[in-house]
């Protein structure tokens, strides 16, 4: 049982350059979640789903796209990413209503924008 | 929106001293749930709180949620050097899960 997959764990790109940050899960769960984490601000909500075909803006939309075509994948997208991107983030999924009530984190992913 | 804030943001301990992180919310919570982040990993969950007043135990650590359901604590007894990390606590509103800004616990042998 893998768990949340996110790749990759390491990233960096160039001002402007767009990316997509993979999140996958293998345990059926409906709640899929996007946070940023940064020293000091704690783990900040990006985007989240609660099932296949609906998305909706956590804290911090600006600057990120995502899709959930299937219960299994939620990805990220960078539009085009900034400095202010520089991050950890991390892709989370949990039962939603029903089954045990705890999130589920990937491993994270290191993102640095020069 | 909802604000979830943390105290202390740092704690340095030494072994065998006792620790306490306290969790505010902005808004009443239907539950509230408790994660640990050692340094360079993830969150990994340790339990969740309902009810008004509810206190539960897991060995050495200690969670209450207040009786107005708008905050929470986690105390550690006895610190170890196995406790060193990050401790968040998080709530739902609606269909978004807050967390809080997190307490980072060092211990020092």
């Known amino acids: 049982n893998a768990g949340v997959t996110q790749t990759p764990k390491f990233q960096v790109l160039k001002t402007g350059q767009s990316m997509t940050l993979q999140c996958a899960q293998d345990?059926?769960?409906?709640?899929m979640s996007w946070y940023r984490q940064d020293p000091g601000m704690g783990l900040r909500l990006i985007h989240y789903?609660?099932?296949?075909?609906?998305?909706d803006q956590g804290e911090v939309p600006n600057g990120y796209n995502v899709s959930r075509s299937t219960t299994e994948d939620f990805p990220l997208r960078l539009l085009s990413a900034a400095p202010s991107q520089t991050s950890v983030y991390f892709c989370?999924?949990?039962?939603?209503?029903?089954?045990?009530?705890?999130?589920?984190f990937g491993q994270g992913t290191r993102l640095t924008v020069v | 929106g909802q604000q979830v804030m943390q105290i202390p943001q740092y704690q340095h301990v030494q072994e065998g001293e006792d620790f306490t992180t306290y969790c505010n919310s902005s808004?009443?919570?239907?539950?509230i749930q408790w994660y640990k982040q050692r340094p360079g990993g993830h969150p990994v969950f340790l339990i969740q709180?309902?009810?008004?007043?509810e206190v539960k135990k897991q060995k050495r650590l200690t969670f209450q949620f207040g009786e107005a359901k708008k905050n929470s604590s986690l105390h550690i007894t006895a610190t170890q050097t196995t406790d060193v990390g990050t401790y968040f606590c998080?709530?739902?509103?609606?269909?978004?899960?807050?967390f809080g800004t997190g307490t980072s616990l060092t211990v020092i042998p």
């Open positions: 989370a999924s949990s039962y939603k209503g029903r089954g045990p009530p705890e999130a589920f």
């Open positions: 345990m059926n769960h409906e709640y």
């Open positions: 789903s609660v099932g296949a075909g609906i998305t």
């Open positions: 808004t009443t919570l239907s539950n």
């Open positions: 709180l309902v009810k008004s007043g």
């Open positions: 998080a709530g739902p509103t609606g269909n978004q899960f807050y």
